[in-house]
């Protein structure tokens, strides 16, 4: 094993640890109430398509959307009969921020951020960026999955996905993550 090698992998590993372990979608976000606050509004009832101009803000629960248009597509599965909705936001940048279950925040910042909830899936394009507990990645195109806790990034032509890592942050919430949870079972023997 090259010293590269073992490199690439601490660093693919504490990727994997500093943005994905602790990322677990706040579930209890996804039954909140969803309030849309633009300048503009308009909706094509017969293609299932609202669209919201100017200065756009979207919160559900503890996720927040922020962008300079975004546009609901809503769609129903003709199998199952189940209502699906897509967000695709745009800005300069459009930023997604969802506070997870354990208490730290995640931020997906680019040009064009789609969002699925009901399929677990967040896509950011174009100067896309993830941030959470310090840490940071950017690309051309990055891919995250609530669910699965699958973050996949890529970029264009010659160019590299950068990852930038703050271990002793990473430490730092992995540390408070195991108190919370020693107190949380702790508490329920009582």
């Known amino acids: 094993m090259t010293i590269k090698t073992f490199i690439t992998g601490i660093l693919l590993t504490s990727l994997i640890f500093g943005l994905a372990a602790p990322a677990h979608a706040a579930k209890k976000d996804l039954n909140q109430e969803i309030t849309i606050k633009s300048k503009r509004q308009s909706a094509d009832l017969k293609n299932k398509i609202a669209s919201y101009l100017d200065d756009v803000s979207i919160t559900q629960g503890s996720i927040s959307i922020i962008a300079d248009i975004v546009q609901v597509y809503s769609t129903i599965d003709k199998k199952t009969g189940v ?108």
Do not use: C, W
Request: avoid cysteine.
């Open 83 to 190: 209502k699906s909705n897509t967000y695709l936001a745009k800005g300069k940048p459009a930023i997604f921020k969802q506070q997870l279950e354990d208490g730290s925040l995640i931020s997906l910042q680019a040009n064009e951020i789609k969002y699925q909830p009901d399929q677990h899936s967040i896509t950011v394009s174009g100067n896309a960026q993830v941030k959470q507990a310090g840490s940071k990645m950017s690309g051309d195109i990055i891919t995250y999955n609530t669910l699965s806790e699958k973050l996949e990034g890529q970029s264009n032509n010659d160019e590299h996905v950068t990852t930038i890592l703050q271990p002793v942050q990473i430490k730092a919430q992995q540390d408070r993550s195991e108190l919370k949870k020693k107190k949380a079972n702790d508490s329920d023997n009582k």
